[in-house]
């Protein structure tokens, strides 16, 4: 009875609800939202600049909890406002054609800092945040790294809201189902987050590549924080992916996102 006393503190300690072994398991599901794109410019150096380029964010349901995976461009890119980055739809409008208020996300899980993948975290009251714990500390210095735009998680940074800033792999819902692996490197505290759906396995990969020449070739940024930390963090990725099988979701590539169903489909 101690041991299962102590396991039941453990598991309520951690912030979920204890699970016995009767339970039938959390149906998973994701979503890909279309959290906005940057658009193309035939005279960029990369292929993947000459082409709109998708900077998509992620529904995870674990039952009935939600995690928010990026939050995609800032609301300031809807419409023509903004040159080249464009936002059609809010995150809050599609989770509502799903039937998902904005306080019912528990957690907004972010790849990184950079800015089209913070845009609209703000408008999510309830969430803890997921950052890697290097990104966090990064925000907080003056001036803020580039890319990065600190007021979009000014709630989190202010103390206003909870924030796991993550060191190691964290299991997001206590039960293997959807974990978050730190894969410094494109900044120090970039993360992928693995989601266990009954189909099998998905990673969504942030921007640990931009795009699938990128695998092929071992091509990156010249703004990543860490080449050689990239290298590693792509080294591990690519076995874990080999190891479960898994479907690794580049997610500024626009050939690449669409092995996710099209919204308001969820892949299960
Ligand atoms: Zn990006």
């Known amino acids: 009875m101690k041991v299962l006393l102590a396991a039941l ?42 082409v709109p380029t998708p ?7 674990h039952g009935t909890r939600y995690l928010l995976w990026d939050s995609g461009l800032s609301v300031r890119a809807l419409g023509n406002a903004h040159p080249t980055a464009k936002l059609d739809r809010t995150i809050a409008d599609q989770l509502a054609q799903i039937g998902i208020a904005p306080e019912q996300v528990e957690f907004v899980g972010i790849s ?13 009251p309830r969430a803890k945040l997921l950052i890697g714990a290097g990104d966090f500390a990064a925000l907080k210095t003056t001036p803020a790294p580039g890319g990065a735009a600190p007021p979009h998680l000014q709630p989190w940074l ?16 206590g039960d293997g189902s959807v974990t978050m692996i730190p894969t410094p ?17 998905v990673i969504l990969a942030g921007d640990l590549w931009f795009s699938y020449e990128d695998m092929v070739r071992g091509a990156m940024p010249h703004f990543n924080s860490s080449r050689a930390e990239t290298l590693a963090s792509r080294d591990r990725i690519s076995r874990l992916a080999e190891k479960l099988d898994a479907v ?3 997610q500024h590539d626009p050939a690449d996102v669409v092995k996710l169903p099209a919204f308001p489909n969820a892949a299960e």
């Open 9 to 50: 503190a453990l598991a309520v300690a951690a912030g979920g609800q204890a699970a016995s072994p009767t339970d039938t398991p959390a149906k998973i599901k994701l979503w890909r939202l279309d959290c906005g794109r940057l658009d193309e410019n035939a005279a960029r150096k990369w292929a993947w600049q000459k």
């Open 55 to 61: 900077a998509p964010c992620f529904l995870v349901a």
């Open 112 to 124: 990184h800092y950079h800015g089209d993948h913070t845009g609209q975290a703000s408008k999510f």
């Open 158 to 173: 202010d103390g206003k809201l909870p924030v796991e800033a993550v060191v190691e792999d964290h299991d997001v819902f």
């Open 185 to 201: 490197g494109h900044t120090p505290g970039h993360s992928v987050l693995l989601v266990n759906l009954a189909t099998g396995p």
């Open 248 to 250: 690794v979701v580049v």
